[in-house]
């Protein structure tokens, strides 16, 4: 009899050992009972492949009121799940009670979401050790990885560390991009107008992409353990790999990963491109729901759908006012 219920559990913990390492699953390294950088919606996990949606640029200038109608054009394209690339609150700032203000919009925000938001840091929501510190406080880790339906996320942070500018010149810039945003709530024409000749005079100044040798370490290893998984995506705010960004962290990146299929997705630009590295597809998402830098089509207001359902992830931009690029 004892043999017999001895049997019954080894077969009982190979069942829920093979459960657990299900294709079809979800897993991370992020403990369950701590502080994570996604929502906590489910994750449909029943089906084969998977459509996703990538949400492009809140802020570097937010558009008062527009956040809300991405959010529900999201949601009526039904994606399994969102993974933005950053730039979610205005930032720039060292006031805690003021960054307690944006996250709680944001997260209220994105709250309407009916899937589940996966997170990574841009330079408006981690841009020196205060704000650092703030968002590892409340979304746990600033870079890490998940596998869904055998599928690899790598979600990075190319603000680590922090590139940090004089306290009182952050303070200048910060105040400055809150009043663009007022002038274009209460005068949309002229508050736009003002923001797009101020940035025509910055064009090309991209700043510095960091990506910490802790990451390298961290996604090469992540990377090594799951050699064979169906396809491999990357995202990160700013595009590193642009020589523009100065980052050479990021082509060690590109090391680990040569030899399998891959699809990249940045933000930062607030302008869609699409290029080829490498024989793999670069996407630098347009703004989701800032202010356009430009008045032409790649500026739009819009968001990525990837479908995943056959051999290779197809890509669509779809734009929040009903238009398809």
Same mark, same amino acid.
């Not at 403990?31 to 489910?42: G, H, I, L, R």
């Not at 990538?54 to 009121?65: A, C, L, Q």
């Not at 968002?135 to 996320?153: A, C, E, H, R, T």
């Not at 995943?308 to 890509?315: C, E, L, M, N």
């Given at each position: ?27 991370? @390294? ?13 994750? @449909? ?7 996703? =949606? ?8 937010? !558009?008062?009121?527009? $956040? ?17 690339? %950053? ?15 944006? &996250? ?22 981690? *841009? ?6 703030? !968002?590892?406080?409340? !979304? ?32 200048? +810039?910060?105040? &400055? +991009? ?12 002229? %508050? ?10 910055? *064009?090309?100044?991209?700043?510095? =992409? ?17 050699? @064979? ?6 995202? +990160?705010?700013?595009?590193? &790999? ?13 090391? /680990?990963?040569?030899?399998? =299929? ?13 290029? $080829?590295?490498?024989?793999?597809? !670069?996407?630098?998402? %347009?703004?989701? /729901? ?36």
């Amino acid at each position: 009899m004892r043999l017999i219920q001895l049997v019954k559990l080894l077969l009982l913990a190979a069942v829920v050992t093979f459960a657990g390492c299900s294709d079809s699953g979800f897993r991370s @390294d992020i403990s369950e009972n701590s502080a994570k950088p996604w929502t906590d919606k489910q994750l @449909d996990e029943t089906g084969e492949g998977m459509v996703f =949606a990538v949400f492009g640029d809140r802020t570097g200038m937010h !558009y008062p009121g527009k $956040t809300r109608p991405a959010v529900e054009k999201i949601n009526r394209s039904n994606p399994d799940f969102v993974v933005s690339v %950053g730039d979610h609150i205005e930032g720039y700032t060292r006031d805690v009670e003021a960054l307690g203000r944006e &996250w709680a919009e944001f997260d209220a925000l994105i709250g309407e979401l009916e899937s589940r938001f996966f997170k990574i840091p841009g330079n408006h929501d981690y *841009s020196n050790h205060v704000m650092a510190e703030y !968002y590892k406080n409340l !979304y746990g880790k600033d870079y890490y990885y998940f596998v869904f339906k055998n599928v690899l996320f790598l979600c990075l942070n190319t603000q680590d560390p922090p590139r940090e500018k004089p306290e009182e010149k952050e303070k200048q +810039m910060g105040d &400055w +991009m809150h009043s663009m945003v007022d002038l274009v709530k209460h005068d949309p024409k002229k %508050g736009v107008a003002t923001v797009q000749e101020t940035l025509k005079k910055y *064009s090309g100044a991209h700043g510095h =992409a960091v990506v910490s040798d802790a990451q390298v370490e961290y996604f090469s290893e992540v990377i090594n353990r799951h050699k @064979d998984v169906k396809w491999t995506f990357l995202f +990160m705010h700013k595009p590193a &790999w642009d020589e523009a960004y100065q980052c050479q962290n990021i082509k060690k990146v590109q090391q /680990a990963l040569n030899g399998r =299929a891959y699809t990249v997705f940045a933000g930062h630009e607030h302008q869609y491109r699409l290029e $080829t590295v490498n024989e793999n597809e !670069y996407y630098r998402a %347009g703004t989701t /729901a800032a202010i356009p830098r430009e008045n032409i089509s790649e500026c739009e207001r819009q968001f990525l759908i990837v479908d995943f359902r056959g051999a290779t992830p197809k890509v669509q931009v779809v734009k929040v006012e009903d238009k398809v690029l």
